[in-house]
C-alpha cells in the first residue's frame, strides 16, 4: 500500500504545544511528556491533547493501520498513549484506546483508571466503550464520531447507561473536522491503491 501522509491540522495551540510544565500527580513526577501552559481554557485544553492523539493517529497510517491515535492523561499530565497497531501486531484487540488503556495501567501500577481522561481522535468501539467502563475512566474526549461502530452515541450508548456500574462523561467533536479527514484520506488512499493493485494483477494475468 502507498504510504499516506497526512499533516497535522493548523491550531491557534500549535505555538505551544511544547511548553514545559511541573507534574501534579505525585506518580508522575519522574515523567517527561508534553503538557499543556497554564490559562488556557477547558476547551483549548481539550484541543491540546487532541493534537497529540492527531499525530499518534499519523503514526498509525504511515505504519498501514487505520489512522486513529489515544491519549490517557492524569491531572493535566500524559500518562500513556497508543496508535492502532491491529495489523501488525495481528491482534484484534490493538485499538489505540485498547493500548493507552493498557499502558497506563502499568505506568500507575493500578487497573483502575480512576480520574483520567482518554482521547481519543475516533469514537470508540463496543470492545473500547466497554474496557473505559472496566478501568472506572472519568472522561472521555473524542474527535470524529463512527458511525457504523461507534459505541458512545452514534450506534451505542455504553458510557452512559445507568444499568453499569460506572458512567463516563463524554465530550465529542473537539477538532472533529480534521480527524474526520484524516480517517477518510487513508481509506480513500487505500481503495485507490487496492483499485491500481487490481488492475496490475489483471495485467500480468
Known amino acids: 500500500m502507498k504510504e499516506i ?16 510544565c511541573t507534574p501534579e500527580h505525585s506518580l508522575l513526577s519522574k515523567l517527561n511528556s508534553p503538557c499543556p501552559p497554564s490559562g488556557l481554557t477547558s476547551s483549548e485544553i481539550d484541543a491540546f491533547w487532541m493534537q497529540h492523539a492527531y499525530s499518534l493517529a499519523d503514526k498509525a497510517a504511515q505504519q498501514g493501520e487505520v489512522p486513529v491515535g489515544a491519549v490517557l492523561v492524569l491531572d493535566n499530565q500524559l500518562i500513556a498513549e497508543g496508535w492502532n497497531r491491529s495489523i501488525q501486531t495481528h491482534d484484534p484487540t490493538a485499538h489505540a484506546e485498547m493500548l493507552a488503556l493498557k499502558r497506563g495501567g502499568e505506568k500507575i501500577k493500578n487497573y483502575r483508571l480512576v480520574d483520567c481522561t482518554l482521547y481519543v481522535t475516533l469514537e470508540p468501539c463496543p470492545m473500547c466503550a466497554g474496557a473505559l467502563v472496566h478501568a472506572r475512566v472519568k472522561r472521555l474526549v473524542y474527535g470524529a464520531s463512527d458511525f457504523k461502530t461507534g459505541a458512545v452515541r452514534s450506534v451505542f450508548n455504553l458510557l452512559e447507561d445507568m444499568r453499569l456500574n460506572h458512567q463516563v462523561s463524554i465530550g465529542s467533536g473537539v477538532l472533529e473536522q480534521v480527524c474526520s479527514q484524516q480517517i477518510s484520506a487513508f481509506f480513500k488512499a487505500r481503495r485507490q491503491a487496492h483499485k491500481e493493485n487490481k488492475l496490475l494483477a489483471k495485467k500480468k494475468s
Request: glycine share 0%; charged share 20%; no cysteine.
Open 5 to 20: 501522509k497526512i499533516s497535522a491540522p493548523e491550531h491557534p495551540l500549535l505555538s505551544k504545544l511544547n511548553s514545559p
